[in-house]
């Protein structure tokens, strides 16, 4: 099988890396403060946000090369060039350490990660105090790191990886129960959560002085 070519300009390659400075030089603006998705997925928060803030370069990060190129296919359906946006298939731990670090990143969001619940099944997590140290070096000294589960058992395991990796500080109110992680809007995973009737846990992360 032939070997896709990426979709470029919005989908960038571990070797756009590699041999284009990281992440900041594949961006029109790389100076913009950068901010990152974990799992965009489905979702349009990553587009939304890059469309309101062009102050800023968003980048998503996404395991599946599939959802990838779905999503730059909606990027160009719309239109709308944007220089603030690109994306990349890979792991996150293969990142964020390498060329991330340190002090690159301004926010995290991490929405609905797979919890992963089978207890043979937990070395799948993404959220552990080896990869939360690894986020907290890659931010930049006002970064912070907003999350959301609907799982009360994930949601306290991330609380314990935070305490174990620790140099963040937890602000529990900065998030609260009703609205959406996108600020004023829920995204397509709270969104079918709370419809099957389930919490929603919010936690918001941000890095000690």
């Given at each position: 099988m032939a070997?896709l070519?990426?979709l470029k300009p ?5 070797e756009?890396?590699l041999l284009?400075?990281g992440?900041a030089?594949q961006?029109?603006d790389p100076a913009l403060p ?5 799992g ?5 928060f990553l587009?939304e946000c890059?469309?309101?803030r062009p102050d ?5 990060i996404?395991y599946?090369r599939?959802?990838?190129r779905?999503?730059v296919r909606r990027?160009?359906?719309r ?5 603030n ?8 731990g293969d990142?964020?350490g ?14 609905f990660p797979?919890?992963?619940?089978k ?5 799948y ?8 140290a690894?986020?907290?070096d890659?931010?930049a000294a006002?970064g912070r ?7 009360a058992?994930?949601?306290?395991e991330?609380?314990e ?17 009703e609205g ?5 809007r829920p995204?397509?995973f709270?969104?079918r959560w709370?419809?099957m009737g389930?919490?929603?846990?919010f936690l ?5 002085a």
């Amino acid at each position: 099988m032939a070997k896709l070519a990426p979709l470029k300009p919005y989908e960038t390659t571990w070797e756009d890396w590699l041999l284009g400075g990281g992440a900041a030089r594949q961006f029109e603006d790389p100076a913009l403060p950068l901010e990152i998705e974990i799992g965009p997925g489905d979702d349009d928060f990553l587009y939304e946000c890059a469309l309101a803030r062009p102050d800023r370069n968003w980048l998503g990060i996404e395991y599946s090369r599939k959802r990838v190129r779905r999503f730059v296919r909606r990027i160009e359906r719309r239109g709308t060039p944007l220089p603030n946006l690109r994306l990349i298939w890979r792991p996150a731990g293969d990142l964020v350490g390498p060329f991330l670090t340190p002090g690159k990143v301004h926010a995290f969001h991490i929405y609905f990660p797979d919890p992963w619940p089978k207890a043979h099944h937990a070395r799948y997590r993404l959220i552990n105090p080896v990869f939360v140290a690894a986020l907290r070096d890659s931010l930049a000294a006002d970064g912070r790191i907003d999350l959301a589960t609907d799982s009360a058992e994930y949601a306290d395991e991330i609380r314990e990886a935070f305490e174990i990796a620790g140099g963040m500080l937890l602000r529990p109110d900065a998030r609260p129960g009703e609205g959406g992680v996108a600020g004023d809007r829920p995204t397509v995973f709270e969104e079918r959560w709370r419809a099957m009737g389930r919490s929603i846990h919010f936690l918001r992360y941000e890095k000690e002085a």
